[in-house]
């Protein structure tokens, strides 16, 4: 069987000028069939067209804040630095995938990237816009397994856990606020907040505001969520 070829978006060192990829995002495809490509930074619309028609499911990875402006607000001063590179390339990406019906899967950063993209607005800091007692930015390490999230039945979450409640890792200050009018929620904590959204009207177009990639190897929800992404490649 021919193996999906999965587009990740590249990961910004501002020290060092440089292109990165975490392993885990990689495994995480590679367990599950698939073969992970870290993107290069670029806009042209060309080469944009371009990869979205060779590659076969795409991945919107963690890392920084999204610019507050690209859902219409002034910057606080506890929102973290913008890559303006990054938010160019994954905004002009995504306006060409969603065209497109191929899978999309965001994690941290990329589930909030998705709703932005789609019309939704973000928290720019939880601990000050919407204090609770659930710890959404866990210390070290990071694949402990941290808060529970609630999943909707007759989601796409819930299909493929076939589970009502499970624990996740958490390593976010920002969330979904206002949630974009095409996606629904699946997954939620104890404190109101969205864990993980999909457009039902897409084939496979899912968030999940945890890091599976760092978990997925001692847990099996995780797991399932990547196993189901890659399979959704393969059509």
């Not at 610019?67 to 001063?77: D, F």
């Amino acid at each position: 069987m021919k193996k999906p070829i999965i587009a990740l978006t590249p990961l910004w060192d501002k020290k060092l000028e440089s292109s990165w990829m975490l392993t885990g995002y990689m495994d995480l495809i590679i367990r599950n069939g698939g073969v992970p490509v870290m993107l290069p930074f670029c806009d042209d619309e060309a080469s944009v067209s371009e990869i979205v028609q060779r590659f076969d499911g795409f991945v919107f990875t963690g890392g920084d804040d999204i610019a507050p402006s690209y859902y219409n607000q002034e910057k606080t001063g506890q929102c973290g630095d913008a890559c303006e590179k990054r938010d160019i390339l994954e905004f002009a990406l995504f306006k060409e995938v969603v065209k497109t019906d191929k899978p999309v899967l965001g994690i941290c950063r990329g589930m909030q990237f998705l709703n932005v993209a789609l019309g939704g607005t973000l928290y720019q800091d939880l601990p000050t816009q919407k204090p609770g007692d659930v710890v959404h930015r866990q210390p070290a390490p990071f694949d402990a397994l941290t808060h529970t999230v609630t999943v909707e039945k007759d989601t796409l979450l819930y299909e493929i856990t076939q589970t009502e409640q499970f624990v996740v890792n958490s390593l976010h200050h920002q969330a979904v606020a206002d949630v974009a009018p095409c996606l629904k929620v699946c997954a939620s904590t104890a404190d109101g907040l969205a864990e993980a959204v999909y457009n039902p009207e897409k084939t496979f177009l899912m968030g999940v505001q945890w890091h599976p990639e760092m978990i997925f190897l001692h847990d099996e929800n995780s797991m399932k969520i990547g196993k189901a992404f890659v399979d959704a490649c393969r059509k």
